[in-house]
Structures are given as C-alpha cells and as structure tokens.
T-cell receptor
C-alpha cells in the first residue's frame, strides 16, 4: 500500500514549456485534489475531483488542466509554464471529501 | 465563501512547555470538519487531529488537543509537553460537507527552544 505517489519530486522547466505532474493513489479513494504551496500563502486549491470523470476548479485553476479517467490517477497539466507557477505542488486523496486528506510527498517545480 | 485565518505567522515555545496555536474560520454551514496538519522540514503533510462540527467534545490525540468553539468559529490547537520533533509548520483547515473540498489557513511556524 503506497498511499499517494507523486512524480517527479523535483522539476525545472523553461518558460513556455508544458509538463504533467503525476499523482496516483492505491487506496480506492474517490476524492482527489491538487494544491500549490507558496511561502506565506498556505495551500491553495487548484483543481479537485469527486470521482472518475468528474473534476472542478478550485481557488487558483488558471494555467492548469486536470482529467480523471480512472479512480487511481489524477494528473495535473501545466499548459505553458510561467515563473508564477514556481511552487510546491501537493496531490491529496480522501475516501470522503471533507473527511481529511492523505497527501503525497509533493513536487517542487521551478520555472525559469 | 469559507475562509480560514491563522493570525500567528510564527511562535516559539520552550521544550516541555505548552503552546496554543490559534485558528478562526468563517462558514455558513452547520456540518463540517476542522483539521490541524503538521508539515515538518521533510515537507510531508501529516494529519494531526480532526474535529467533526456536530461533536461537542474536543478531539484529542496524545499530547495534541483542540479547543473547538463552534459559536465563536474558533479552533485552537494545544500542544502539551512540547518536544523538539514538534517543530514544524502547522496548518488549520476546514472541510465543508456540501462542497467536497478542504481549504487551508496560511500556517503558523512553530519553533521549539531547547
């Protein structure tokens, strides 16, 4: 039982490049979310999903896309990376939305 | 929209002493969850304690306890017998039963002084 697995752990991108942050969970959780963490800002919700085929926007969705084709996977796509997207990204999952999330170990992304 | 406010960006406490971290929130819902998460230097987010709003009894987990004041919309975390391993960023969070998402405060960095 690996929990929530995020890859990669670190990434450097050039402005304008695109990439996908991977998130997978093996707990059969319906709810999954992506957060970004910036100094002094706490964790801000980017996108979330309440089940396969269902996604919704959070507080800061611009510049990011998600899809949920399976219960296990919830990838986050950066369409055209910008320096403002330099951050630490966390994926989280839960068997029931507000009950409390299990977090992945995070991805530190730097856009230069 | 719901909000979570942590008014103390940083706090320090002497090892073995007790410290209380403050959190207030705003919501129009009556049924929700509140959480405290710990983030040590390893960056991992760890759930410390969870409180269900319909329960009047304050949640406790070993040295960690909360003071949940529903009418005042206050949810403070008390750490007793502070240990060096408690040094971390602590986040207060709110989860509403109706909107399926959890929102976080900006965090309080806790320093433990030996």
């Amino acid at each position: 039982n690996a929990g929530v697995t995020q890859t990669p752990k670190f990434q450097v991108l050039k402005t304008g490049q695109s990439m996908t942050l991977q998130c997978a969970q093996d707990m059969n959780h319906e709810y999954m979310s992506w957060y970004r963490q910036d100094p002094g800002m706490g964790l801000r919700l980017i996108h979330y999903s309440v089940g396969a085929g269902i996604t919704d926007q959070g507080e800061v969705p611009n510049g990011y896309n998600v899809s949920r084709s399976t219960t296990e996977d919830f990838p986050l796509r950066l369409l055209s990376a910008a320096p403002s997207q330099t951050s630490v990204y966390f994926c989280a999952s839960s068997r029931q939305g507000p009950y409390g999330y299990t977090f992945g170990s995070g991805t530190r992304l730097t856009v230069v | 929209a719901q909000t979570v406010t942590q008014s103390q960006p940083e706090m320090s406490v002497q090892e073995a002493e007790t410290v209380t971290l403050s959190c207030t929130y705003d919501t129009s819902e009556s049924d929700y969850y509140l959480f405290w998460y710990k983030q040590p230097p390893s960056r991992q987010m760890i759930l410390v304690i969870r409180q269900e709003a319909y329960k009047q009894q304050n949640a406790t987990e070993n040295r960690f306890s909360v003071n949940f004041q529903k009418a005042a919309k206050s949810f403070s975390l008390k750490i007793s017998d502070s240990q060096l391993g408690d040094a971390a960023m602590y986040f207060c969070a709110y989860g509403g039963n109706r909107d399926d998402k959890i929102i976080f405060g900006k965090g309080t960095r806790l320093h433990i002084l030996p």
